[in-house]
T-cell receptor, first 113, second 111 residues
Framework: AQKITQTQPGMFVQEKEAVTLDCTYD???????LFWYKQPSSGEMIFLIY??????QNATEGRYSLNFQKARKSANLVISASQLGDSAMYFC??????????FGTGTSLTVIP | DGGITQSPKYLFRKEGQNVTLSCEQN?????MYWYRQDPGQGLRLIYY???????QKGDIAEGYSVSREKKESFPLTVTSAQKNPTAFYLC??????????FGPGTRLTVL
């Protein structure tokens, strides 16, 4: 079974609008971490936001927030006030106890002027 | 400036050759990772190392080898046994239970 599932291969959003990128995960480990990364066309992976499995509050970092629904095993990324520079691939990832990370297949986001 | 460097940025290999991709970090991170990314795909783990002189196979280790003789360095060798090595290779490091930091990547092409 896939550890991380991203069901949206591509998404479009109007500039200045908000967009939600979906991520569901599968684990039986009670202690885990969830991450979102941005990958521009240059290829480098840029860390955006982190949510721990025991965190009570949803994580926020500037225009990024993580909608963490533990019972549904979902960790959706919300980008508010989209900018043209947000156009990129976005990857959801999970770390279980230990050091291995699992990545989804990514969502390509295009911001339309 | 602290960070992760990978070299070269572009690498071309003839079939049957071994090539080594460099990954160096000055972040004093214990754990280091190598991933492979194919076009339109996510990242797949090749090898990771938690401490010097210790490393574990990831999901796609066949045809690859690594060493970890120094904390700062985690080179990846793509051997001739890897049948389809053309891909984008990313190195990452991590401190404790925090996020991974990634290098800029190496694009390997087999001619």
């Amino acid at each position: 079974a896939q550890k991380i599932t991203q069901t949206q291969p591509g998404m479009f959003v109007q500039e200045k609008e908000a967009v939600t990128l979906d991520c569901t995960y599968d684990t039986s480990d009670p202690s885990y971490g969830l991450f979102w990364y941005k990958q521009p066309s240059s290829g480098e992976m840029i860390f955006l936001i982190y949510q721990g499995s025991y965190d009570q509050q949803n994580a926020t970092e500037g225009r990024y927030s993580l909608n963490f629904q533990k019972a549904r095993k979902s960790a959706n990324l919300v980008i508010s006030a989209s900018q043209l520079g947000d156009s990129a691939m976005y990857f959801c990832a999970m770390r279980e106890t230990g050091n291995q990370f699992y990545f989804g297949t990514g969502t390509s986001l295009t911001v339309i002027p | 400036d602290g960070g992760i460097t990978q070299s070269p940025k572009y690498l071309f290999r003839k079939e049957g050759q071994n090539v080594t991709l460099s990954c160096e970090q000055n972040l004093n991170h214990d754990a280091m990772y190598w991933y492979r990314q194919d076009p339109g795909q996510g990242l797949r783990l090749i090898y990771y190392s938690q401490i010097v002189n210790d490393f574990q196979k990831g999901d796609i280790a066949e045809g690859y080898s690594v060493s970890r003789e120094k904390k700062e360095s985690f080179p990846l060798t793509v051997t001739s046994a890897q049948k389809n090595p053309t891909a984008f290779y990313l190195c990452a490091s991590r401190f404790s239970y925090n996020e991974q930091f990634f290098g800029p990547g190496t694009r390997l092409t087999v001619l």
